[in-house]
């Protein structure tokens, strides 16, 4: 060997037929002789060798996982689960007659649809509720705004925003204000912290519009159905029941609306029940997709109606509310409270319950998502209990306190009930009326239980 051929050995290489081989030993470069690759090339050569070994136990891992998450898979989609004994997933493959049979995939076409129902939202609210509020007279402003005050907002901010009598009588004697001119600036600052009624009155409008339009097309299909006759019919011949079209569409719509308003609910005004909507949001949104996925659809329905026609005459009730029509708000009200009560308490147990529970055992069976559907119809009837207390006692507040009449304060303070319901005279407070938000129509105040 040569001397050349030597120093080329000596640093890494090797020279086979005009073809070098890499001083790792890890791949091959064509061409002629020319000496040992640079350092830098060497380094990046390691460096693509790593890569390469890591893809390759990359590639090792998952192919090591495809094993468990085939069988979480098949777990999920298990027939044991959503379907009845003896019944596959291959028996509801076959034609039908409509949107044949319902199928988990369908369910994906909601993401898309939920967005396009909260920019319709976005561009209702903006151009057709925004100008209905205005044109009956509420105005596009916020709450008084409270004096600055740099003792008071400390102790709002740090102690306490609904303080004691003592309390405003030390700062009474500390600010030489008199006691109720402290309560004025306390009142008008806890309502800066608040939503101005415009911007609840468009969200209500929007509900309201959808629950009314969605009722009406659930009435009008289900009256047309038979199974909204002969309830025992939910049951017969399934899981073999052909989805109708309207039917899709039906069931599509409202499952893309509750999860808007699971996305939304974030963005919008926060009441006091969040917690409560919160998780009627995820039951109401896992019994439409259960019952989708199983083809309980029949039964299905016949809930969603039972629902909205509650629903759209409280927001009917928010509504008159906010335009300060009193009588019309009340009236309202007492029958949402009928309503409400005669639904959600009395036909929602004793004729729905009471087929998906009893009947269905005794037709079909019960199998795995039968317990599990049914848990959470019964979930939905825990919070249907909730809210029927807290409807009766606002109805009793309500009844205690005047039906709220007598209060000439805005519709945003109407539910502080640590004040008396005096307007305030000669003080700060009576700038309050200069924004609108005391304009009556023909009737005194707010109501309280809106509110609530």
């Not at 094993?67 to 997933?89: A, D, H, K, M, Y």
């Not at 009947?359 to 039968?370: H, N, Q, T």
């Not at 006692?393 to 539910?415: H, M, P, Q, W």
Request: charge should be positive; include cysteine; aromatic fraction near 16%.
């Amino acid at each position: 060997m040569g001397g050349e051929e030597a120093r080329l050995c000596r640093g890494g290489g090797r020279i086979r037929g005009g073809v070098q081989k890499g001083p790792e030993g890890g791949g091959r470069w064509s061409g002629p002789a020319l000496g040992p690759p640079p350092r830098g090339f060497r380094w990046l050569w390691r460096q693509l060798t790593l890569v390469a070994a890591v893809a390759r136990g990359g590639r090792k891992m998952a192919t090591a996982a495809q094993g468990p998450l085939s069988l979480l898979w098949g777990w999920l989609w298990s027939e044991r689960f959503w379907l009845p004994q003896n019944v596959t997933w291959a028996d509801l493959e076959g034609p039908a007659d409509g949107y044949g049979y319902p199928r988990g995939r369908h369910i994906l076409s909601v993401f898309p649809l939920a967005a396009g129902i909260f920019f319709v939202r976005l561009l209702f609210e903006r151009f057709i509720a925004k100008p209905c509020a205005l044109h009956i007279g509420i105005e596009d402003s916020g709450p008084y705004q409270a004096q600055p005050n740099a003792i008071l907002e400390k102790v709002f901010v740090s102690i306490t925003k609904y303080p004691d009598k003592k309390r405003l009588e030390g700062l009474s004697k500390q600010l030489d204000w008199n006691v109720r001119k402290i309560q004025c600036w306390f009142r008008h600052r806890r309502n800066q912290d608040k939503p101005p009624t415009l911007t609840k009155f468009c969200e209500s409008m929007w509900r309201f519009t959808f629950y009314l339009c969605i009722f009406c097309y659930g009435i009008r299909f289900l009256w047309s159905s038979p199974w909204f006759w002969d309830i025992r019919q939910c049951w017969h011949n399934y899981p073999f029941q052909p989805l109708s079209s309207g039917l899709y569409y039906y069931y599509i719509m409202e499952l893309a609306f509750y999860w808007s308003l699971m996305f939304s609910q974030f963005t919008d005004i926060k009441r006091k029940d969040f917690l409560i909507m919160f998780v009627h949001h995820l039951v109401t949104i896992g019994l439409i997709s259960f019952s989708y996925i199983n083809n309980m659809v029949r039964a299905g329905t016949l809930i969603m109606c039972l629902h909205d026609v509650s629903d759209f005459l409280l927001e009917a009730a928010k509504l008159a509310n906010y335009a300060k029509y009193q009588r019309l708000c009340d009236t309202l009200f007492v029958i949402f409270s009928a309503v409400f009560m005669v639904t959600r308490l009395g036909i929602y147990p004793f004729w729905i319950l009471n087929t998906t529970l009893f009947e269905s055992w005794e037709i079909i069976g019960p199998y795995a998502s039968w317990w599990l559907l049914n848990g959470l119809l019964l979930t939905l009837q825990v919070l249907h209990v909730i809210w029927s207390y807290l409807i009766a006692r606002i109805a009793l507040k309500a009844l205690i306190r005047g039906k709220v009449s007598k209060d000439d304060r805005s519709d945003v303070e109407s539910s502080s009930e640590e004040e008396d319901v005096t307007t305030c005279t000669k003080s700060p407070c009576d700038s309050s009326s200069s924004n609108g938000a005391n304009r009556v129509n023909g009737h005194m105040g707010g109501s309280y239980w809106a509110e609530e």
